[in-house]
Structure formats: C-alpha cells, structure tokens
C-alpha cells in the first residue's frame, strides 16, 4: 500500500447511508484501491442542528456491512477545533478575514448571486459573527480526472465566503481544507454536488499554503425527477442485509462493467472493482 495516494470518504451525519451516499464511498474507494493508495473515512460532524449521533452510527455500520473498511480508525470533525482556529489565526494574520453582520434575509434581498463584500471595512468585533475570508479577483483553474480542465473566479461567482459561522460554528470550506492538508491527502473522490465547491477549497489552499489534492467528481443518483438522492428528496437508507446488490447497483451507477454473477460476497464483488476501476469509464453525467 502507497502513501503515493491517500484518498478518503467525508459523509455528514445527516442520516444514514442512501444508494447516493454509496456510490460516493465505492467510487473513492475503488479509485484508491486500484492505485494501491490509502482509504480513509472522516465523518464531518460540525453542523448539530442537522446531525443526530444515530446517523454517525448507521453510517459506519453501513460501510462495514458493505466490506468498506478504512485504513485507519475513522476521525471525527468535531475532535478538531483547535486546527480550524489556528487557520483562522493563519488567515488574520494575512489581514485576510473579517466579521459579518449581513444576515441571509438582508442578502436576498440584494438579489446577487455573489457576496458583495458589504463588511469588508466595517472592522467589525468578531465577537460570535460570522468571518468571512477575503479573496482575490482572479481565476482558479483545476483539471478534474474526469471532467478535465475546471475554472472559476470565486471573487465574482460567489464573493468573499463564510469560513466561521454564528455560534461560532466552523464553516464546511474550512475544516474540509484543513482535514484534507492534516491527513495528507492527495486524491479527493466525491460526488460532482460538490464540484462548486472545489474552487473555493483551492482558495483556502493558497491562502493557508496547504498543499492541493487531485479531484475526481463522480456523478450523482438521481430519482426518476433527475434530482439527487438524498434524505431530503426521500431516498431510503442503505438495507445491510442486501449489500452486495447494493454495491453491485453502486457500481453500474459509476459506469463500471458489468462484473460476473459468480461473484457472491461482497470480499470477492470489492477484490474484483479493485482491478477493474476504470476511470474513462465514469460517466460525465448523473443517471
């Protein structure tokens, strides 16, 4: 196994594992696999009003029932504050951050799709206000391993973003930045939900001098209205006992092959993705 390629699976725990929730953790863990990298689980539990310890449960259950089995033991978000406030201190040493009053409410009614900077100046005390990192007007540029070359100008698609929210709870841009730069990973595998997201992680990157991993963005399950599979769209939890239908359903929705019914555990269903991943066959779209 080759530290050359550490990937990992990030699931909140807003509930428990779905078809959707599936294909993201096979797919990341194929793609590892095949490369003879590291597989690492990190549950993102820094949201609690939408997270239940139940979930976090479920979750880890899930991906045990389905021989998906980390590297190394599974960390938790929450254990973290400390490294997230020392990249706060990072970023106001730069001179690169700044306290929020705007509320969403005072927000929709600008009708822009970007933050426009509105307390940039205002020098506000943080006290428990939302920070909001200061960045550059200038294009980001990423090749994805699947959908090629990717770029944004975070200054005008989406402004200065929030790193810290009221609370204070630590925004999903920073932790995912700071956990991904602490456990060295070099290969990020998600669902392309999170695609827009990718853009502002970079920026981060430059800013707090983390390193930048590849990304692969995998598609998405979607229901028969072609919207995404999730616990708000009503997508049922993963059943445990069905687990290697279920993976072998996973595995159809990332483009793969069809492997051989003679494969009947999910040990042997897993041995077989690891030598058959093939990138060039993920599709470009949800289906």
């Known amino acids: 196994m080759s530290t050359d390629y550490i990937g990992r699976f990030a699931p909140s725990p807003t ?29 993102e539990d820094i949201d609690p009003q939408r997270e239940s310890p139940e979930a976090t449960t479920q979750i880890v259950e899930s991906l045990f029932a389905h021989g998906l089995h980390a ?25 690169k951050l700044y306290a929020c009053t705007c509320t969403r409410k005072s927000l929709r009614a600008l009708d822009q799709t970007n933050y426009p900077g509105t307390c940039r100046n205002q020098q506000h005390a943080e006290a428990d206000l939302a920070l909001r990192v200061l960045i550059e007007d200038a294009t980001i540029a990423f090749k994805d391993l699947v959908l090629g070359q990717v770029t944004e100008n975070v200054c005008q698609s989406v402004g200065d973003f929030i ?26 595998v998600r669902g392309s939900d999170l695609l827009d997201n990718t853009a502002r ?50 595995w159809s929705l990332l483009g793969q092959k069809t492997p051989p019914e003679s494969l009947v555990t999910c040990q042997q269903f897993l041995e077989h993705c690891k030598s058959h991943w093939c990138r060039d066959l993920v599709p470009l779209k949800s289906s």
């Open 201 to 250: 992680q970079i920026a981060l990157q430059r800013l707090l001098h983390c390193p930048q991993p590849e990304y692969l963005h995998l598609p998405l399950a979607v229901d028969d209205d072609g919207r995404k599979l999730s616990k708000q769209t009503g997508a049922q939890a993963l059943d445990n006992s069905n687990a290697l239908n279920n993976l072998r359903e996973a």
């Open 163 to 188: 790193v810290r929210r009221r609370g204070p709870l630590y925004a999903y841009q920073l932790a995912v930045v700071v956990d991904d730069a602490r456990q060295n990973i070099t290969h990020v």
């Open 15 to 43: 509930g428990p594992l779905h078809t959707g929730s599936l294909v993201s953790a096979l797919g990341s863990w194929a793609d590892a696999r095949h490369h003879n990298g590291k597989w690492l689980v990190r549950i």
């Open 71 to 95: 590297d190394e033991n599974i960390t938790y978000q929450h254990d973290n504050s400390q490294y997230y406030n020392e990249a706060l201190d990072i970023l106001r040493q730069q001179q």
